[in-house]
């Protein structure tokens, strides 16, 4: 098992085959933690999360647990949301955090957004003394995903026994991964320009309705379209183009620009208390079930999957 300690952030993979070796990789992670005094926190899908409940006893009580299905839906938001969330509770220890953000129920869609995520843990907490321990499903992911993980963790974990990974390359993954996305087979389409914001606003939230949201995710959509083109006007060249259209249940929003985001945490990091700025992406990624970017110098795509709750 990882001895967490030993550097300020400690990141590994944990690949595990069927539910016994789940628990043995997961249950002396939580409970040497609270022996050690560190506050614990699990963030795994539904079904492992009643598993490592029954498995831990007691000791329940002590642990903050959340269902990742929910939680971290969208892979954008499980770094502010889920994991400096909690770490950031309790900056005067270190924490011990189980995140498990890629199962076998991922869609290909949201695959390449959770490489992403997995990839800027790292930058994210560097320094920090924080554990954040992924297990990965080997019986029912892919040789994709598997490989992936060795690239995204500087530590495996496997059979039992800790090692480096040899082809751990984080900074690689995020650029690998930020691919230009496939276009919509057809789409309603609005260009816009800065006196043109209120309108646009009020085209997303026609269309969005005309698509099958209804009340409050009505409300997201015209949140997360106000942020996006506002961003656009600012940022990316004074105009964009919106684009909205129906994908297997869900309404997708997209704005497209000519800004570049350099920054591959924006919107991954709560804003500082004194900033007025810089809660725009992070908004869009708490309200949205899957954001997806294409970014590179003279332009940005940002696509949102809105579905209704």
Request: include cysteine; charge should be negative.
């Given at each position: 098992?990882?001895?967490a300690?030993?550097?300020?952030?400690?990141?590994?993979?944990?690949?595990?085959?069927?539910?016994?070796?789940?628990?043995?990789?997961?249950?002396?992670?939580?409970?040497?933690?609270?022996?050690?005094?560190?506050p614990?926190?699990?963030?795994?899908?539904?079904?492992?999360?009643?598993?490592?409940?029954?498995?831990?006893?007691?000791?329940?009580?002590?642990?903050?647990?959340?269902?990742?299905?929910?939680?971290?839906?969208?892979?954008?938001?499980?770094?502010?949301?889920?994991?400096?969330?909690?770490?950031?509770?309790?900056?005067?220890?270190?924490?011990?955090?189980?995140?498990?953000?890629?199962?076998?129920?991922?869609?290909?869609?949201?695959?390449?957004?959770?490489?992403?995520?997995?990839?800027?843990?790292?930058?994210?907490?560097?320094?920090?003394?924080?554990?954040?321990?992924?297990p990965?499903?080997?019986?029912r992911?892919?040789?994709?995903?598997?490989?992936?993980?060795?690239?995204?963790?500087?530590?495996?974990?496997?059979?039992?026994?800790?090692?480096?990974?040899?082809?751990?390359?984080?900074?690689?993954?995020?650029?690998r991964?930020?691919?230009?996305?496939?276009?919509p087979?057809?789409?309603?389409e609005?260009?816009?320009?800065?006196h043109?914001?209120?309108?646009?606003?009020?085209?997303?939230v026609?269309?969005?309705?005309?698509?099958?949201?209804?009340?409050?995710?009505?409300?997201?959509?015209?949140?997360?379209?106000?942020?996006?083109t506002?961003?656009?006007?600012v940022?990316?060249?004074?105009?964009?183009?919106?684009?909205?259209?129906?994908e297997d249940?869900?309404?997708?929003?997209e704005?497209?620009?000519?800004?570049?985001?350099?920054?591959?945490?924006?919107?991954?990091?709560?804003?500082?208390?004194?900033?007025?700025?810089?809660?725009?992406?992070?908004?869009?990624?708490?309200?949205?079930?899957?954001?997806?970017?294409?970014?590179?110098?003279?332009?940005?795509?940002?696509?949102?999957?809105?579905?209704?709750?």
């Amino acid at each position: 098992m990882t001895k967490a300690g030993t550097e300020p952030f400690v990141h590994p993979a944990l690949f595990y085959q069927g539910e016994q070796e789940y628990l043995q990789g997961t249950v002396p992670f939580v409970r040497d933690g609270l022996t050690a005094g560190e506050p614990v926190a699990v963030a795994v899908p539904g079904p492992n999360l009643a598993v490592l409940k029954a498995a831990l006893g007691e000791d329940v009580a002590r642990v903050k647990f959340l269902d990742m299905t929910e939680a971290g839906r969208n892979p954008g938001r499980i770094i502010p949301r889920v994991l400096r969330a909690f770490a950031d509770t309790h900056r005067h220890t270190r924490v011990r955090i189980i995140g498990e953000p890629i199962w076998a129920g991922r869609s290909t869609v949201e695959y390449p957004a959770c490489v992403q995520h997995e990839a800027l843990i790292n930058p994210a907490f560097e320094g920090r003394e924080v554990t954040i321990l992924c297990p990965y499903d080997v019986d029912r992911l892919d040789d994709q995903a598997l490989t992936d993980a060795h690239a995204t963790h500087p530590v495996v974990i496997s059979g039992g026994r800790e090692r480096p990974s040899t082809s751990y390359a984080p900074d690689d993954v995020v650029e690998r991964y930020n691919q230009p996305l496939e276009p919509p087979s057809a789409a309603e389409e609005l260009t816009f320009r800065a006196h043109q914001l209120p309108e646009v606003r009020h085209f997303a939230v026609e269309q969005a309705a005309r698509l099958g949201l209804s009340g409050v995710r009505l409300e997201d959509v015209a949140l997360i379209v106000a942020e996006l083109t506002t961003n656009s006007v600012v940022h990316g060249g004074g105009f964009g183009t919106l684009r909205t259209w129906a994908e297997d249940g869900q309404v997708v929003c997209e704005v497209r620009d000519h800004g570049h985001l350099s920054d591959p945490l924006a919107g991954r990091r709560p804003p500082a208390r004194d900033r007025l700025g810089g809660r725009g992406l992070l908004l869009v990624h708490t309200l949205a079930d899957l954001v997806r970017i294409h970014t590179r110098p003279g332009g940005t795509t940002v696509r949102c999957y809105i579905g209704q709750r």
